[in-house]
């Protein structure tokens, strides 16, 4: 029977796909099977471009990834230069007004999208790496194993991320190690910091996606012609895993802009003179009282966007993966 | 049988009429017909019987009797009228209402059915309380109602969660739940697909009695044909979208007058019939695509009768007596179409290929000892196949798993192969005991690896298990799929783009890519079609005649296990309850258990069975009953003697052995009685 679903599935949307994926008769069906990977993929992209959502989300992306890249090229002003005119509001000159220096907060906000996106993807990145292979470790073997790292993946999800954050980062500035480890660069400690705090987040999804493949009888049948543990992690059930694991990155990428603005503002993330979002913010949270909104509002709406942006996206992605 | 001819007079309403009902499937903006002008009645108080393979539109038609159709699925034709009333064309309001009062259904699986966060008791109450009764009414109704189906403790029952109570009372449950508004009509959609025979044949009791004093019409769809023939007075054979044939249910099954129905009743294996005797029918070709074109007969691409006729005009309707029809021209040929192939295999030989002795195996849950299996003996020949049965949890799986060294089984357990002992857990034996045993598991899709090509699962498995290099399991893996009957197409596929039957074949290929000398069958045919398991017990018979494969073959049916299996072990609660050759298995004395199972498989051929119903249900092993295992459900305990020693194991004839109290000369005496 589901050789002919297949069959249906292909026959019934002709006008998307290329005309040799057009099949009248099973036969054909098969010429596929070589491309046929790139069909599924093609077919979750199809889906994913008919939802709004994901458009209107990768648009924002989209937008955030160029001004991260070359803002600094079409930018009206310079970022970085001071002026007199401090603290001017929203005008035909500059739009977003000025900052406590007079800078051009317009220029600021696109520009200020380059550390922070850098660093939180990279960040995501890494922890669903780590998270990944403890995961599948935990998933895989189970027992005392699991049971121990568990634990401690459990220990570190209780502890408040922020919180775990703004500890290490402040201690970074005394120790010799961790300035060694980061090669003096803000940014790099960030990532790692980040990575860590979100790795035990990722291990959990992936322990419970690899528990419900590790049961199945193909994972039987491949011990019974004795597979390596490490090959069934990898070749056997890694590939039956992938969809959670992307759903999972795209989440903690989310996730991870908030949480490097976060520590921004707290003044231990990406550190001045970068013009970032939530550096800005703590910067001028102080004049908020006195009725000078611009520069905390159009910084505060730049983290938004994007937050909500990659959400947005990140919510497609699970909706077709789920399919 | 339970033929009641219906009495009621010709002008009383029909309890469901469908007429040339057309539907189809919108699939992404294309209607894709699933239905082409299935029209049939049910009387009151008639059980009608739908049956036919899956994807031939069975369950649609149930689902569209009562307007459960989802929202791609629209009709396209013809009229459902249901007690008199047409409801084709009925808003929502007005199916509530019809479903409310009219008809129920009962569908396949009673455990989703239910809402595992709720207390069946507040479930079934809602079924009442929906028809507008007060809380208390509703209460009471609903006790009395699961007293009806026979459940004994209701109360206790009401405070359960359904994932505390066993499928079979689950469907108990759902059923009492399903007769809440008295209803005229009852759908029953595969109601015992999944549970264990003798379960099953509780429930259908169940169904009968209900039936019998609600006076309900039912409309039963089910794919095995013996439950359909015990339950119901007329049936119709349906074939993409279409009742091929339609009649009075002995008669139809007695002698089939379409191909289709010959093809279906042959390819099931009956009348005792042995792999030693004759080769199974099967049915060429696969089911049409959904959705695509038939215009004339729409067996026609698969029937061995079809010529030029067939092909150019749409078969004409033929009556026969008793009310029945067919649609074929070839009527008077059906009778002629060829009986099963003889066959020509090699029978079993006598060199003891495995020997289990004292195997146990006991698992840790919670803090305590869970024995699954206590001290089995079994022995198999080279070329031999043992066949498996029991209720589910009686530990079957378990002996498989354990043979293999998935589970290490107990200290004191052996498993000698060809002489040699086998280490107990797969990660320590040898390369050569790897390859001697391997597996067919129940389900494929798990089976395999839905992210690899056939091509890459067979290679890997030649490759870890022969050593072979790269060319030389290349040629391997095409040797392997031609025994198969694989094309060299399907290779490059992945398990999902393949229909269930050729999954499986792939996993027999798996298994047999090392020449193993054992392969254990875990229910490899329950999840398909009779055409397709036919078609997978002849391969596997010849591949065993070829290869001088021993099967260790696990099956919850019996009539598969007796055709294939050359011995039958009989398991409950983990024991060996009874050996021997299939023939003295199925000629008796038997342990009161096998005569309980043998009695609670529905025959397709209507004859009557002497119905031994198991009371109450598999316990748990944690904590199995004192002396004999089986005493609290043996319909033969004695007092005093099977509750309180463990009963020997006596041999009845020469490799015939019996766990029993009761002595075979007074077994052999009762059963031949009842």
Redesign the interface.
């Given at each position: 029977?589901?050789?002919?679903?297949?069959?249906?599935?292909t026959a019934?949307?002709p006008a998307l796909q290329s005309s040799s994926m057009m099949i009248d008769a099973?036969?054909n069906?098969?010429k596929q099977?070589?491309a046929?990977r790139k069909q599924a993929r093609k077919e979750r992209w199809r889906l994913l471009r008919r939802r709004p959502g994901f458009i209107i989300g990768a648009v924002i992306v989209l937008f955030w990834a160029f001004c991260a890249a070359f803002a600094q090229y079409v930018v009206p002003y310079n970022p970085f230069d001071d002026r007199d005119k401090r603290h001017m509001p929203p005008s035909a000159d500059h739009w977003f007004g000025t900052d406590q220096t007079g800078r051009d907060i317009f220029s600021r906000v696109l520009t200020g999208a380059r550390d922070i996106l850098l660093v939180a993807p990279i960040a995501a990145v890494l922890a669903v790496i780590m998270g990944t292979l403890l995961g599948m470790i935990m998933g895989y073997f189970r027992g005392w194993t699991d049971n121990i790292l568990s634990r401690f993946v459990e220990a570190f999800l209780a502890l408040p991320v922020v919180l775990v954050g703004l500890y290490v980062l402040t201690l970074a500035s005394q120790s010799d190690f961790l300035q060694t480890i980061s090669f003096n660069s803000r940014n790099i400690l960030v990532i790692y910091v980040v990575a860590v705090l979100f790795t035990p987040i990722v291990a959990r999804t992936v322990r419970a996606a690899v528990q419900g493949e590790r049961d199945?009888?193909?994972v039987?049948?491949a011990?019974?012609?004795?597979?390596s543990s490490l090959f069934i992690m990898t070749r056997?059930i890694f590939?039956?895993v992938t969809g959670p694991i992307i759903v999972e990155l795209t989440v903690r990428i989310g996730y991870a802009i908030f949480t490097v603005a976060t520590l921004s503002f707290l003044g231990v993330g990406i550190q001045p003179p970068s013009p970032d979002w939530g550096l800005t913010i703590s910067d001028e949270r102080a004049v908020l009282a006195a009725g000078i909104w611009w520069p905390v509002t159009f910084n505060a709406l730049a983290i938004i966007t994007l937050v909500v942006a990659v959400n947005l996206i990140a919510d497609s992605i699970q909706a077709v993966y789920q399919k | 049988m339970t033929i009641t001819e219906s009495t009621s007079a010709p002008t009383a309403t029909n309890a469901l009429e469908v007429r040339d009902l057309e539907l189809a499937y919108v699939v992404r903006g294309v209607p894709r017909p699933v239905l082409r002008g299935v029209s049939f009645t049910v009387r009151p108080g008639e059980a009608y019987g739908l049956v036919g393979e899956s994807g031939c539109g069975k369950s649609t038609t149930a689902y569209a009797a009562l307007r459960y159709l989802p929202r791609n699925g629209i009709i396209t034709g013809g009229h459902i009228l249901v007690d008199g009333d047409d409801i084709t064309n009925l808003d929502r309001n007005g199916l509530r209402e019809f479903r409310k009062q009219k008809a129920s259904m009962v569908y396949q699986d009673p455990g989703s059915s239910l809402n595992p966060t709720i207390k069946v008791g507040k479930q079934v109450i809602e079924a009442f309380t929906v028809l507008g009764q007060s809380a208390s009414l509703a209460e009471s109704n609903a006790l009395q109602a699961l007293r009806k189906v026979q459940i004994a403790d209701p109360e206790r029952v009401m405070g359960r969660y359904p994932h505390q109570l066993s499928g079979g009372m689950l469907q108990r449950v759902v059923i009492a739940m399903a007769l809440a508004c008295d209803p005229g009509l009852l759908v029953l959609d595969e109601p015992t697909t999944g549970l264990d025979a003798t379960v099953e044949a509780e429930v259908l009791d169940l169904v009968r009695t209900l039936r019998n004093e609600t006076g309900a019409a039912i409309l039963l769809i089910a794919h095995n044909l013996g439950v359909i023939r015990s339950m119901c007075d007329r049936v119709g054979v349906m074939y993409a979208g279409k009742i091929v044939e339609e009649g009075n249910a002995g008669e139809v099954f007695d002698a089939p007058k379409h191909p289709y129905t010959v093809g279906l009743l042959r390819s099931l294996p009956r009348h005792g019939m042995h792999k030693s005797q004759s080769a199974l029918s099967t049915i060429p070709g696969t089911l049409p695509t959904l959705g695509s074109e038939l215009p004339t007969c729409v067996y026609v691409d698969r029937c061995p009768l079809a010529d030029d006729t067939c092909r150019n005009q749409v078969p004409p309707v033929v009556q026969l007596d008793g009310g029945r029809y067919t649609r074929c021209h070839h009527v008077d040929a059906v009778a002629e179409i060829n009986e099963s192939v003889p066959s020509t295999l090699r029978t079993s030989g006598s060199e003891t290929v495995l020997q289990i002795t004292g195997v146990s195996k006991t698992f840790r849950q919670g803090g305590h000892d869970v024995p699954a299996l206590v001290g089995v003996n079994l022995s198999l020949n080279d070329g031999e196949t043992l066949g498996l049965v029991g209720e589910s949890g009686s530990g079957k799986s378990t002996l498989a798993k354990a043979l293999l060294g998935v589970h290490s089984p107990d200290q004191g357990s052996s498993l000698t192969l060809d002489q040699h002992q086998l280490a107990s857990t797969i990660e320590q034996r040898s390369t050569a005991d790897k390859r001697a045993m391997q597996i067919v598991f129940q389900n494929p899709d798990s089976a395999l690896n839905a992210s690899w090509t056939v091509r890459r699962i067979l290679q890997r498995s030649v490759r870890k298990l022969t050593g072979k290099d790269a060319t030389a399991a290349d040629e391997r893996v095409a040797q392997l799929a031609e025994h198969l009957r694989l094309s060299p197409r399907h290779l490059d596929m992945k398990p999902s783009q393949l229909s269930g039957g050729l999954k499986q074949r792939v996993a027999i290929a798996r298994a047999f890519a090392g020449d193993p000398r054992i392969v254990v069958c875990d229910e490899p045919t329950s999840a398909l079609d009779v055409s397709v398991q036919a078609a997978i017990l002849n391969l596997l018979a010849e591949l065993q005649s070829e290869q001088r494969t021993s099967y260790v073959f696990i099956s919850h049916d019996l009539g598969v296990v007796r055709y294939l299996a050359d011995r039958i072990a009989v398991m409950y609660l983990g024991r060996i309850m009874e050996v021997g050759t299939t023939e003295d298995l199925f000629k008796g004395p038997n342990h009161p258990y096998t005569e309980a199972l043998l009695s609670a498989v529905p025959s397709v051929d209507g004859q009557v069975s002497s119905r031994i119903r198991l009371a109450g249900e598999i316990p748990s092993p944690a904590n199995p009953p004192s002396g004999c295992v089986f005493h609290p459900r043996c319909h033969r305990a004695i007092a005093g003697t099977c509750d309180a020693a463990e009963p020997p194991v006596v041999e009845v004839s020469l490799g015939h052995s019996i766990r029993c109290h009761i002595p075979a000369d007074e077994l052999k005496a009762l059963q031949s009685q009842s």
């Open positions: 029977m589901e050789l002919e679903d297949v069959n249906a599935e019934i949307e099973a036969p069906v098969l099977s070589l046929e199945l009888d193909y039987v049948s011990r019974l012609r004795g597979e056997e590939p039956n | -």
